[in-house]
């Protein structure tokens, strides 16, 4: 693959995946009724997170910890699994309304050997084309062109077709609230490598 900078300039994402595993031992607690309360060190920590997800870190520990999770899990990187991975080739549709991140990516997908549906820039004409081909992952950015979102989108796909989805997005407030649709998420900015990992894990 030739294209390894980042196919978007968005701000960059949540901290690096190796710190997942403490964070979800540290919080995962508050997801229990009657968990334990966390230490004041480890609110503040929470909270700044959150800032970092765009969420509202005035909001008590235990309701921030959810989204804040969702985020950090779904788009980790793989701990022991070796980069390249190698994967059957998929049917992917690709709806990124920035025609430069969606050429790069789409040249990443088929030099990987996936087949890309796409790329689309609105959620309507990706319904559209879904109806006409069998598709094994969609590759979502949540804002797009046109009045669907790619959340909209993401909720017709798994319930009209059961198609998984992974999120590219540099929303990650949208993406940490509708969490529930995506299996992975790749935060903005993003290189080919990033998306194709994610495809590798799921």
């Keep these: 693959m030739t294209h390894e900078k980042p196919l978007d300039g968005a701000s960059t994402g949540p901290a690096p995946g190796a710190d997942v595993a403490r964070l979800c031992a540290l919080y995962d607690g508050l997801l229990t009724a009657g968990g334990a309360p966390v230490s004041p060190d480890a609110e503040k920590e ?64 088929d030099a990987a050997g996936h087949r890309v549906v796409g790329p689309f820039h609105s959620a309507e004409a990706a319904e559209a084309a879904t109806a006409l081909h069998p ?43 509708n969490a529930e649709l995506a299996a992975a998420m790749v935060i903005k900015p993003y290189t080919g490598r990033d998306v194709l990992d994610a495809i590798a894990r799921l």
Aim: aromatic share 4%; charged share 25%.
């Design 46 to 109: 929470l909270k700044a997170l959150a800032k970092i997800f765009d969420l509202d870190a005035e909001r008590p520990a235990a309701e921030l910890w959810p989204y804040v999770r969702a985020v950090l899990v779904r788009q980790a990187p793989p701990q022991t699994v070796p980069s390249p991975i190698e994967v059957e080739p998929k049917t992917v549709l690709l709806v990124e309304d920035d025609a430069d991140a969606a050429a790069h990516l789409t040249e990443a997908l």
């Design 135 to 177: 598709i094994d992952l969609a590759l979502l950015d949540i804002n797009l062109s046109g009045e669907a979102t790619g959340v909209d989108l993401a909720r017709n796909l798994k319930s009209r077709w059961g198609v998984p989805v992974i999120f590219l997005s540099g929303d990650v407030t949208a993406a940490a609230h």
